[in-house]
């Protein structure tokens, strides 16, 4: 079963605009989303995270919306740059002192052309 | 500097050989993880490690897999006889006690032959 179900699969974005990447997941225990960026031939690196006592978590250009009704949670890359071209994946987990294991969404390949 | 390193960068062995994959995190780390990740695919837990203790493992965990940091510091993940579906890069993890960041090191790219 997929915990964390991730879309667009890629996303091609002109410079300047915004890229949408979209995440829903099923276990109502998680309580920690984070935003991890991935360059070729590096390892993931968070990029922004958000707990679900809030809606929406902004830095600097990327931003989370989180929506828990829904069990949805969004990134917004604002501005999308060149250098933003990465695949991103969304993740969740349930903040406990047993793992803290982080189940992945599928990835979103991310092209912002100039 | 890295909060996570891992050697070696790029392992390549035999179907059945034993690997062991190397990590050093540094030294405020108390919680550590193994992910691989599949060529294309997304990142798969493996296994949470604290406290010298396996916490939690996965169903890809394995008994030809397993975990132990002997001095302290060295972080190794240990295959016993791998498959060609071993291959994979494997990100070893390090996390403090204190905050929820999980910091990826580099990954170890192995290729099963």
């Known amino acids: 079963q997929q915990q964390v179900k991730q879309s667009p699969q890629s996303l091609i974005v002109q410079k300047g605009g915004i890229s949408i990447i979209n995440c829903a997941y099923e276990?109502?225990?998680?309580?920690?989303f984070p935003w991890y960026q991935q360059f070729p031939g590096k390892g993931p690196a968070l990029l922004i995270a958000?707990?679900?006592?809030?809606s929406e978590k902004k830095e600097g250009r990327f931003t989370i919306s989180f929506n828990k009704s829904a069990k949805q949670f969004s990134l917004h890359i604002m501005d999308s740059q060149p250098g933003d071209s990465a695949t991103y994946f969304c993740?969740?987990?349930?903040?406990?002192?047993?793992?803290?294991?982080?189940?992945f969404g599928k990835g979103t390949s991310l092209l912002v052309t100039p | 500097e890295p909060e996570v390193t891992q050697t070696p960068s790029h392992q390549v062995t035999q179907m059945g050989q034993e690997v062991i994959l190397r990590c050093v995190p540094i030294?405020?780390?108390?919680?550590f993880y193994w992910y691989r990740q599949i060529l294309g695919q997304k990142v798969e837990f493996l296994v949470s490690?604290?406290?010298?203790?396996?916490?939690?493992k996965s169903e890809i965990f394995d008994d030809q897999f397993s975990v132990e940091r002997p001095d302290g510091s060295n972080f190794t993940l240990k295959i016993r006889s791998t498959k060609l579906e071993d291959s994979a890069m494997y990100f070893c993890?390090?996390?403090?006690?204190?905050?929820?960041?999980?910091?990826f090191g580099p990954g170890t790219r192995l290729t099963v032959l």
């Open positions: 993740a969740a987990s349930i903040d406990s002192n047993s793992g803290y294991a982080l189940n």
């Open positions: 276990n109502t225990a998680f309580d920690y």
């Open positions: 958000i707990r679900p006592d809030v």
């Open positions: 030294s405020n780390h108390l919680y």
């Open positions: 490690f604290y406290n010298n203790e396996i916490s939690e």
């Open positions: 993890v390090a996390r403090r006690e204190q905050y929820n960041e999980q910091f």
